[in-house]
């Protein structure tokens, strides 16, 4: 988990986001317990408000499950929920876009894959 945050979105939503990242690494596994809000608010230091925002966010899309007395702890079906959604919000949010870019520069698909190919390399 990253303890840097930036200003240009929610805290809590950083917070969520950070967590939601150890997921889809693998740092935490479908069952492993989360840190707690208290270990979150000393890690970020951030308000305890902001931290309960965050995992309660969590906590309703079903990434984490609460277990009572003992704390949150990673769902079976997170990995695969975050999948679903982050290639969905990357298709939307970047692919689209990308594809509208290249039709109003006259960019043909087999140049526009040339460019993703030359670019996938240079960045392994």
């Keep these: ?3 840097s945050l930036d200003n240009d979105r929610p805290i809590f939503l950083q917070i969520k986001q950070a967590i939601e990242n ?10 492993d317990q989360i840190p707690s809000n208290s270990q979150l608010v000393s890690f970020f230091g951030v308000n305890p408000v902001t931290v309960h925002r965050g995992v ?7 990434l ?3 277990k009572r007395g003992l704390g949150m702890f990673v769902s079976p079906e997170a990995p695969e929920l975050l999948r679903r959604k982050r ?3 990357f298709e939307q949010g970047l692919v689209a876009p990308l594809i509208h870019q290249a039709f109003l520069l006259g960019i043909s698909r087999e140049d526009l894959h040339a460019a993703i190919d ?3 390399k240079e960045n392994q």
């Design 56 to 62: 309660s966010l969590l906590l309703e899309e079903g």
């Design 87 to 89: 290639q969905k919000d």
């Design 118 to 120: 030359r670019n996938w």
């Design 1 to 3: 988990m990253q303890p």
């Design 22 to 31: 150890d997921i889809l690494t693998g740092l935490l596994a479908a069952n």
């Design 64 to 66: 984490v499950y609460k």
